[in-house]
């Protein structure tokens, strides 16, 4: 049997990490906002486009997070 071990992060750490992906979607080019699932979606047809953002939304999406709204919006 494998030894797995469960790490548990703070509803911060979650933030911050959907603001560090908008971050990284913006610098692709992107002013939405989407799910994750909606995000992986899009980059399952066109990932170069997602050159910046695609590792940290996969991460996201295997961390449970694919309906997390993500805004990769320009600041007013």
Known sequence: MRNSTMKIISQKQRAQ???HAAELL?????????TVQQW?????FKPAQ???SLPALEILGMLGFE???VRATVDS
Not at 26 to 34: A, L, P, R, Y
């Open 17 to 19: 990490a959907i603001d």
């Open 67 to 69: 309906n997390e709204l």
């Open 26 to 34: 913006k610098k692709d080019g992107w002013i939405q906002s989407k």
């Open 50 to 52: 997602f050159q910046s």
């Open 40 to 44: 992986l979606d899009d980059a399952e």
